[in-house]
């Protein structure tokens, strides 16, 4: 697993590859938006980025017993989260914004814990 800042410099390493230099700059943007506030929200005790081989994003973080994927597309967000290896929440082709609004909304759920 990496560091937060060591995540973002993975991101940016993907930039020259194809297929990300056609799509990198919205992909990417959408990633470090999601990393800023999913790591704001869960501390993740750790995470990583993979590359997929159509210009697609896998972000993953680790925290507490919370595991959050999302894979980030041009066209669309795919957002899971499994707790204790259950799987609490799938979502497709979502937007940025409701993905960072649900992101936030698991910090007033962990508040209460």
Known sequence: MLSRDQTIEKIKSFQAEPPFNCI??????????LLSN??????FEGQN????????LQLTGYFRKFYIECMIEPGGITFVVEENDAEILYMENQKIN???????????????E
């Not at 990198?24 to 938006?33: L, P, T």
């Not at 980025?49 to 697609?56: D, I, L, M, N, Q």
């Not at 409701?98 to 209460?112: A, P, Q, S």
Request: glycine share 8%; aromatic share 10%; proline share 3%.
């Open 49 to 56: 980025v993979f590359p997929g081989s159509s210009g697609e």
């Open 24 to 33: 990198y700059e919205k992909v990417v943007s959408s990633a470090a938006i």
């Open 38 to 43: 999913a790591s704001a929200v869960f501390n």
């Open 98 to 112: 409701k993905v960072v609004r649900i992101i936030r909304e698991f910090d007033n759920l962990m508040g209460k």
